[in-house]
């Protein structure tokens, strides 16, 4: 055999030159998400937030801080694999490991295997996530709306200021309000929620002032029409069409990150082997 061997083609080191650059941007991202996750876990200021967050007073007002510590370990999860792949990738490059180059690709082929599985399992599943979502919506407005707008009850707010915005009543229509568990406070004889009806004047100020009778038609309440509420339209119909746009947007950066985890895969795949074929050679 020939001393000393060939080198690296053009190729090849085109190769190198991209996993190295790229892999070294993910390695700083990473550890910048990295350093906010535990920041987030160990800062005595969002540690006093949490703190105040458990008081039972706080509690009452239905509002949940405990995900800030969910997000933090999140952060460090995902900041931390990418940390640990774009080290596998950017050294492996940059030192012409193999055993490195092929654990990096071989990471980002199951990767790119699961987004792959996830999607046919959404598309094949979708219509029954339609049906947990609406019975989740359904179970929410029985056993949480409480019916008077502005009341200080979390589910009760959402719902209004959901139908409120989106002019809409109800998961369906207004008859999903026929089923409430709770008590509909000051109900009598209304057929449907305030939030229900079609209000002339949008600025309303939901710090706790209920809307005058002058910006919407008082009827509405017990004989609803489609000229004065919107008893007969559904808000996940309307929530959904939203969805569907920014699904577009979800599907093609997804589409985007299995492009480049494809690339990535390849890439070091290639270098791998080109690697072991200088070595044979030597």
Request: aromatic content about 14%; charged content about 15%.
């Amino acid at each position: 055999m020939a001393k000393g061997g060939p080198k690296l083609g053009c190729g090849a080191k085109l190769v190198r030159f991209t996993l190295v650059f790229f892999n070294l941007i993910f390695f700083i991202l990473g550890c910048l998400i990295l350093a906010l996750g535990i920041y987030v876990l160990v800062d005595p200021s969002v540690k006093q937030l949490q703190a105040i967050a458990n008081t039972k007073e706080f509690q009452k007002s239905g509002i949940d801080l405990t995900y800030i510590d969910k997000c933090g370990i999140a952060f460090c999860i995902f900041g931390g694999f990418m940390f640990l792949i774009s080290f596998l990738g950017c050294c492996g490059a940059l030192k012409k490991v193999k055993c490195l180059l092929g654990l990096y690709s071989t990471i980002l082929l199951l990767i790119l295997l699961a987004e792959i599985a996830i999607g046919i399992f959404a598309a094949v599943y979708s219509s029954k996530f339609k049906g947990v979502i609406t019975k989740a919506l359904k179970d929410s407005i029985r056993d949480q709306y409480m019916g008077e707008m502005f009341n200080k009850t979390l589910g009760s707010v959402a719902w209004d200021a959901v139908m409120f915005n989106f002019e809409c009543c109800g998961v369906y229509n207004s008859s999903d309000f026929n089923q409430v568990n709770n008590v509909w406070t000051d109900r009598g004889d209304a057929l449907i929620p305030i939030s229900c009806c079609k209000f002339k004047d949008k600025k309303i100020d939901w710090s706790g002032t209920l809307p005058s009778n002058s910006s919407f038609d008082f009827n509405c309440l017990k004989n609803p029409t489609e000229n004065n509420s919107n008893f007969g339209i559904g808000c996940y119909d309307k929530i959904m069409g939203i969805v569907n746009v920014y699904s577009i947007i979800v599907i093609a950066t997804a589409i985007g990150i299995g492009f480049i985890l494809l690339l990535g895969v390849c890439f070091g795949f290639y270098l791998c082997k080109r690697i072991r074929d200088m070595d044979d050679y030597i």
